[in-house]
Nanobody
């Protein structure tokens, strides 16, 4: 059974950091592009970052470039999202999702194959 389970969300102050994890099971990261999406209250879900299959190509939304870093550990079957210099606009529920094949799945918010249930990030002072 294919699963994605997010963790690491919580409360952070503006300027602070959080590291999200997405533990995967039931499939190989060699064949799936993994992306992080987020959804703020009252807003549409948007792509944040993605990392490709065998090609470890990282892609980022303009709003997080220079602040967020995506990485993956194939041995642990886990994708990470290091989030630094957080601001209030980063508040939302963060989801990881998988799409078969491809180096960049950041724009496939309506075309991902599998989704986790999300983890909440709240940036507030």
């Amino acid at each position: 059974q294919l699963r994605l389970v997010e963790s690491g969300g919580g409360l952070a102050q503006p300027g602070g950091s959080l590291k999200l994890s997405c533990l995967t099971s039931g499939f190989s990261l060699d064949y799936y592009c993994i992306a992080w999406f987020r959804q703020a209250p009252g807003k549409e879900r948007e792509g944040v970052s993605s990392i490709g299959t065998r090609i470890t190509t990282a892609n980022y939304a303009d709003s997080v470039k220079g602040r967020f870093t995506i990485s993956k550990d194939n041995a642990k079957k886990t994708i990470y999202l290091q989030m630094n210099n957080l601001n209030r606009d980063d508040t939302g529920t963060y989801y990881c999702a998988a799409r078969a094949g491809g180096a960049n799945c950041l724009q496939w918010v309506d075309g991902m194959d599998y989704w986790g249930i999300g983890t909440l990030v709240n940036v507030s002072s």
